[in-house]
C-alpha cells in the first residue's frame, strides 16, 4: 500500500505456519512474501475467519514512515520505524483465497 506492506495471512497460506496472523513491512513484495511464507507475522486468531465481518482500517503517512493497522476498532499496529519507497504510490489488493470484500474506502492527502 504505497510503500507499506500488510499482509492477513490464514491458515490455507502455503508456508511454514498454517494460523491466522498478520505482517507489515517496507521491504519489495517479492522479500515480503518470502518473509511471510516462512512463517514471520504476529497471531491473531480473530483475523479472517469464516463467516465473520471484520473491519480492517490501514493508515500509511509515507512522509513519517507512520502505518496504523486495526481490526474491528482495536490497534494491531502503529509504528514509526518503516522507511518506504517515497515514488511507490500504487494500491494493491491480492488474496490467495476468496475474499468477499463488501466495502473499500480510499482517502488521500498531500
Do not use: W, Y
Request: hydrophobic share 35%; proline share 6%; aromatic share 6%.
Amino acid at each position: 500500500m504505497a510503500g507499506f506492506q500488510v499482509a492477513f495471512a490464514g491458515p490455507g497460506l502455503p508456508g511454514k505456519r498454517h494460523d491466522t496472523r498478520f505482517l507489515i513491512g517496507d521491504e519489495e513484495s517479492s522479500s515480503f512474501l518470502r518473509r511471510l511464507r516462512d512463517g514471520e507475522g504476529e497471531d491473531e486468531p480473530r483475523l479472517l475467519q469464516p463467516g465473520v465481518t471484520s473491519r480492517i482500517t490501514i493508515r500509511g503517512n509515507r512522509r513519517i514512515g507512520r502505518l496504523e493497522v486495526f481490526l474491528d476498532g482495536r490497534e494491531l499496529v502503529n509504528t514509526r520505524v518503516l522507511k518506504p519507497d517515497p515514488d511507490a504510490l500504487a494500491i494493491e489488493l491480492r488474496s490467495f483465497e476468496p475474499v468477499r470484500l463488501l466495502r473499500v474506502e480510499l482517502a488521500g492527502s498531500r
